[in-house]
Structures are given as structure tokens and as C-alpha cells.
């Protein structure tokens, strides 16, 4: 069974950083394609973006919104993949998530539970 | 501002139909495939539909998706008080190089 769990959800001041995890169980995790997904309390989704699998470049696409701010980097020899984000703004305030793409089916396949983080002063 | 625009809201009696409506563009929607997320109150979003009408693995028949031109639609039949959630389209830019998840419609039962 896939499984995804995200941590590192902080409580941060404005123009700090964040570094957070999701872990990948119950799949080749090293084949996969890792996408980042937050949302903005009371509001909709929004993809930050993924990285590929190593066979595939391990190259990384952003959404424009974000590109720049976010660096999403992998490590699978631990079944992980990261978001790192400098320079903190309170409208970054949001859950995130991470989500398999296309694991087994077309699509975000498999969504992990969410990681809070609060940027405030 | 999504490039997928979904309506805000959408509503039904139990046992009836709605349909959620997400227009796009030629560089996604047109050309790539369409999915569709459901996100339960207080939970994480799953995958519905995908490759357009899809269903994903234990997805009710009731749920249906489809494509013409540069939109789509989900419906869902036979309504239920547990259908209740925010519903989201989402597809590859083929000019953004990204995913594009339409703003969310959320479903209430009457």
C-alpha cells in the first residue's frame, strides 16, 4: 500500500526558512515523480511542483507563481523528497502536501496527509 | 488566479445530479489528460478520475468525468450526503511545463 508522510510543519517568523520531508512507502519510490501541492487556509490547491525520477533527469518543474522561492531535491536512498523554501512570507501560511505522480494511475495518484506551516510574526 | 476556472459552488438534493464544469485552454486541457481530485472535509485530497473519465480504484460508478474541446465536466449521479467536498480539475500546461489545478468547486447537499 503507498504511503506519504510529510513532517516538518513549523510555526515560523516571516523571512525565515523551511525545509520539509516526505517519506515513500509501499512503492519503487525511485521511480517515482514527487509533486508538492499546498493550501492556503480557506482556499484552493496550488502545485508548487515535482521532480522527476532519476532516470528521467531528476530534473524539477515549478509552477511560475513560484519559481524561485521553492526548491523541491530528492534523496532515495532514504525514500524522500523535500521543500525548501527561504525568505518566508506570511502568504505562504498553508498545508502542504506531497503526492505521487502517477505511481499507478495517471495523475496525482497517491496524496499524503498534509504539513502545516505557519509564518507569523 | 486558477487557469482552470471551475464555478465556486454547485448544489443538489440527495438523489439528484450535478455536473462541476472546468474550462481550460489548448495548451492543457485540449491536449492533455484531465483529472479529477475530491477533498473531504478536513482531509487530503484523492484522486477521482483520471486520463479523463477514468475512475480510480473503489470509485462508485456514480462518478463520471468527461472532455470536449478545452473543458471538462464530472458528474455525479445519485447524490449522496457524503459527497460532500471541494472537487478539483487539474492537467499538464503544455506552455506553463506545469500542473494546473482549476480553483475547486464545492459541492453541497441540500
Known amino acids: 500500500e503507498v504511503h506519504l508522510v510529510e513532517s516538518g510543519g513549523v510555526l515560523v517568523k516571516p523571512g525565515g526558512s523551511l525545509r520539509l520531508s516526505c517519506a515513500g512507502s509501499?512503492?519503487?519510490?525511485?521511480?517515482?515523480?514527487m509533486n508538492w501541492v499546498r493550501q492556503a487556509p480557506g482556499k484552493g490547491l496550488e502545485w508548487i511542483g515535482r521532480?522527476?525520477?532519476?532516470?528521467?533527469?531528476?530534473?524539477?518543474d515549478y509552477a511560475a507563481t513560484v519559481k524561485g522561492r521553492f526548491t523541491i531535491s530528492r534523496d532515495d536512498s532514504a525514500n524522500r523528497v523535500y521543500l525548501h523554501r527561504n525568505s518566508l512570507k506570511i502568504e505562504d501560511t498553508a498545508v502542504y502536501y506531497c503526492?505521487?505522480?502517477?505511481?499507478?494511475?495517471?495523475?496525482?495518484?497517491?496524496w499524503g496527509q498534509g504539513t502545516l506551516v505557519t509564518v507569523s510574526s | 488566479q486558477s487557469v482552470l476556472t471551475q464555478p465556486p459552488s454547485v448544489s443538489a438534493a440527495p438523489g439528484q445530479e450535478v455536473t462541476i464544469s472546468c474550462s481550460g485552454s489548448s495548451s492543457n486541457i485540449a491536449y492533455n489528460s484531465v483529472s479529477w481530485y475530491q477533498q473531504l472535509p478536513g482531509t487530503a485530497p484523492k484522486l477521482l478520475i483520471y486520463e479523463n473519465d477514468k475512475r480510480s480504484s473503489g470509485i462508485p460508478a456514480r462518478f463520471s468525468g468527461s472532455k470536449s474541446g478545452t473543458s471538462a465536466t464530472l458528474g455525479i449521479a445519485g447524490l449522496q450526503t457524503g459527497d460532500e467536498a471541494d472537487y478539483y480539475c487539474g492537467a499538464w500546461d503544455s506552455s506553463l511545463s506545469a500542473v494546473l489545478l482549476g480553483g475547486g468547486t464545492k459541492l453541497t447537499v441540500l
Open positions: 509501499g512503492f519503487i519510490f525511485s521511480n517515482a515523480w
Open positions: 503526492a505521487t505522480g502517477a505511481v499507478e494511475l495517471p495523475g496525482l495518484d497517491y
Open positions: 521532480i522527476k525520477s532519476k532516470a528521467n533527469g531528476g530534473t524539477t
